[in-house]
């Protein structure tokens, strides 16, 4: 069954405008114009429109998605396994923030006593994205308008160490946030050597999972900042750790990366 725009937008529930951007793009071309001079979709676009609403669902830009779904060696099965592990793993999260929300509650009713570990289950932060098959991008791509690249280390080896690698990732991270808040309440600058050791620190545990070069780690530390979901995260510790943190990482960078 062939599709107009107009009856596209109604199914997918993407705006008539939005697809003729896609177009425009080179994202979603019609499979064919009517006599009428109108566009229509078949099957093929319709999949096509798919694949392009869960790219941007997982956080990739469109700049992104051009890049991954116009490659010639494009496996869309493959693709589609990767959202599903993805989405999973989205699930599982939501799973955990619900029962966090749950403990929370009846923690503060005096229902229940938390462990100070409990309080923050679930607030994982993802450092990279990546769509199987493909190399991984970082959201600090599309906060320095420019391809940054941020290749894991041993990504099959990280992936196998699942739930408690990440696990001890969440605590080391959330050990130097609360370091660093230390800092802020004591009043110390980010360029102080007591920030920078503590930062030294956090390049290393990064480091580990992923090529921190300077170029990246300055990527980052703007990511720390200026992105939504990290930011997100990170206030609820402290309302200025975002912008302190980011600048340390800037001087850090300059100073001791190349």
């Given amino acids: 069954m ?5 009856k596209l937008s109604e199914l997918s529930g993407v705006t008539v405008r939005t697809l003729h951007f896609y177009e425009e793009e080179g994202l979603l071309r019609p499979s064919y114009y009517g006599s009428n001079g109108y566009r229509y979709y078949e099957e093929k676009e319709l999949l096509q429109l798919q694949q392009i609403l869960f790219f941007k669902e997982l956080g990739f830009t469109i700049k992104q998605i051009k890049k991954v779904i116009g490659k010639d060696d494009f496996d869309q099965l493959s693709a589609l396994h990767s959202h599903r592990k993805s989405l999973n793993q989205e699930r599982e999260k939501i799973g955990q923030l619900l029962k966090t929300i749950d403990k929370t509650i009846n923690h503060l009713k005096g229902k229940m006593k938390m462990k100070d570990k409990e309080i923050f289950d679930g607030f994982n932060i993802t450092l990279v994205k990546k769509a199987k098959g493909h190399e991984p991008y970082s959201a600090a791509e599309e906060i320095v308008g420019k391809s940054v690249r941020v290749p894991t280390k041993n990504a099959e080896d ?6 408690a690698f ?13 370091e660093l808040i230390h800092c802020i309440e004591k009043g110390l600058a980010p360029s102080s050597s007591e920030v920078q050791r503590i930062i ?12 921190a070069t300077r170029e990246v780690y300055k990527a980052m ?3 720390y900042q200026k992105h939504p979901e990290f930011r997100k995260q990170l206030d609820p510790f402290h309302s200025k750790l975002a912008e302190f943190m980011s600048e ?6 300059d100073s001791e990366l190349k």
């Fill in 166 to 178: 990440y696990e001890n990732a969440t605590e080391t991270a959330h050990a130097v946030f609360r």
């Fill in 221 to 223: 530390a703007q990511l």
């Fill in 158 to 163: 990280v992936e196998k160490r699942g739930k």
């Fill in 248 to 253: 340390a990482m800037t001087i850090f960078a």
């Fill in 200 to 211: 030294k620190r956090h390049h290393g545990f990064i480091d580990k999972i992923q090529d």
């Fill in 2 to 6: 062939a599709y107009t725009v107009k």
